[in-house]
């Protein structure tokens, strides 16, 4: 191994296979088992656990811990034996914590003070802002973006090109405390606003828009804009204008391309030239015929 | 002191006290004046400061702050000599910070990056959700669990029992700002929805159950379910039932016993067990004759 | 420099300008070009990035990053030459993250877990709660006060002595997701709240007080009370009584004067003493004749 570009006082476990042109920083913890990609940068004071692989070309940030013990651990410290896969070029920033147990896909990026938890399959192209808490046991699909302070309770289904607002909740328990977990599938295209809470089993459509507070209490239509406590549909996405410009912006696939695949030729263009299996990886099947 | 479990770089005050077959991660700070039963695990760059006791088989994640200074540090720093109790078995997890000037019964666990504050005074089988903030001159009973991101205000009364969902905010300033905090009571058995608002002063009788986003301005009856914002009664809790199944659900306690002392017996089994002294203890005298 | 308060594993840059009686903890990692003013401490875990200059008198808690890198520096790691000036006798809690890029007056307090992102332009006299997240491109006077939680969306602008309870929102894009953001506009002596949400361009207007939970579609007048989602005018602050003792509370200005320039002297009395320069410091020209 190359450690000409390692920081002081690491400690390192056993069982580590470490890339070309990887930079370590200071006091950082790398347990036995661990896999990092080439030209990756582990910034200090951050802990890689056991069983945990990191894609090349990845910036972790300062005092993460990437690879969380879960319970299973303090009952047995020897049981921590989950993996935790991570694509190439993922962006963690500091603080982060993320546990043994999930997959997530290439070009992930957080923000500070994040927490995943085990069990969250984690498609490609995600960000995840500031301080949300990923609960585990879900499923997030591509090009999803989530701000800062998102909840993703278990059991919910996130589909590609979703985005969530500022703290926004997805719930799982209708009648709480209880252990019948339902939980919410958002559907591609669907944007949620900041602050709003979805009820636990609501399926929000396609291309559908939840206001800023909103309760969502009923599912929601394709291309419904809802909105209120509790949350009524009033209005379509399609007649939705720029108050300043006048122009219709939904569905706003059609009207942004910042960070999407489409960005520069369009989403119709960009969906025309998908072949089948590509069409299916983006389980764009429910919007387009 | 038997330290062959112990990391590397850790640096110790004087006059500490630890217990049995404790672990000690890498790059920990112990500070003087510190207790650690046995059998307690303290994982890497957690710093343990001055006049903090950890009971045993208790389990403090990395990057905690156990024992954090209170204000008057600030102003000298030879005044931090306020004490840290913390009972046996806890759990906290990594990035947490728990203030000097506290008292935590036994068996409590955190999520992650978890604040608490000084004069809290917390009971045992508490559970303290990733992100919570717990502003401190507070009381909370036993066998409380708060999801993540709940916020406690200052003089918050919360009894045995209760349940907080997730971004549930207790507030305390009725006019705003001003010097004249009136904290909320959250009376046994009571279950706030994610996302609700409680206004400075309310009280939440026994058993009732505030919606999703509710933002409660009055005091709400035993039993009431209370929903909206602001907060109307729409049912009586006794009439909700699971939609799947049918079932009636509530009083919760009736129905749901992970974790409760109840678990395999029924509450009412447990209840008719309990002498007096013990039910004193879990402040159910206001909802059994 | 005077070491002889300096913990171990301390790690040094180039260029460091480190003034007298300066305190720095263990494993600390101070980067190239920093400056640090007399008589600040420096907690332990603590890493100061490069170009970062704090003021003395200064407290910087365990496991804060301050100076953070900035976007470019993913692309290139020797971009990252950003300044963040921060003034003197800062208060910033452990577990906090400061971007490189802003600048920050003095008197600086923040919770803990706070993210500060760039080109945050922050006046004197502020208070940050924990998990408060700034996200940069934005303005804030002097003596606002932001609790837990607050999420300040960029393009904001905040005058003085402005309150915003936890869980705040000030949001920024009128169609999400768009590139088309327009900041919030909070005036001065305006106070919002827990958990209110304000849309994109609103003007709150000085000495208006939004009720918990509110969400702000309309530009709100001076000195309205307006509640609700969407929030309506229900009254005016002027006829706002302490319920208890039935003073009339507001403008809370000429009712409360903790940690304000006017403390013990009352509002009226220290507006008057200002002079003509002082007065035009703190943005009242909208509220006195």
């Known amino acids: 191994m190359d450690t000409s570009n390692w920081g002081k006082n690491i400690i390192l476990g056993e069982n580590i296979t470490i890339g070309e042109n990887v930079r370590i920083g200071h006091n950082c913890i790398i347990e036995d088992n661990v896999v990092i990609g080439n030209d990756t940068f582990i910034d200090s004071g951050t802990t890689i656990r056991s069983f ?14 990437i690879g969380e013990y ?7 410290h020897e049981k921590h034996k989950h993996e935790l896969i991570i694509g190439e070029k993922a962006l963690i920033r500091s603080g982060s914590v993320i546990y043994a147990g999930s997959t997530i896909g290439d070009n992930f990026q957080t923000g500070h003070h994040v927490t995943i938890r085990e069990k969250a399959e984690i498609g490609n192209d995600v960000s995840v802002g500031t301080l949300c808490d990923i609960e585990g046991s879900c499923k997030i699909g591509n090009y999803v973006r989530m701000q800062c302070n998102v909840l993703i309770g278990q059991l919910s289904v996130i589909d590609d090109f979703v985005w969530l607002f500022p703290n926004v909740i997805l719930t799982n328990d209708p009648t709480p405390p209880s252990k019948h977990f339902v939980g919410v599938h958002v559907h591609s295209f669907a944007t949620v606003a900041a602050g709003a809470i979805i009820m636990p089993g609501m399926d929000l459509e396609h291309d559908c828009l939840i206001g800023a507070g909103a309760v969502v209490t009923k599912p929601v239509e394709p291309y419904a804009v809802a909105v209120g406590s509790p949350a009524r549909v009033i209005s379509d996405v399609r007649n939705v204008r720029n108050k300043v410009t006048g122009e219709l912006v939904y569905p706003w696939r059609e009207h942004f391309d910042r960070y999407m695949p489409w960005d520069g030729m369009g989403f119709d263009a960009w969906y025309a030239s998908l072949d ?3 069409r299916s990886k983006y389980t764009l099947a429910d919007i387009v015929g």
Chains 1, 2, 3 share one sequence.
Request: aromatic share 8%; hydrophobic share 40%; proline share 0%.
């Open 52 to 65: 945990t692989s990191i894609g090349a070309q990845s910036n972790i940030g300062s005092n993460c811990i």
């Open 70 to 76: 879960l319970m299973d651990f303090y009952m047995d």
């Open 276 to 278: 089948l299996e590509e």
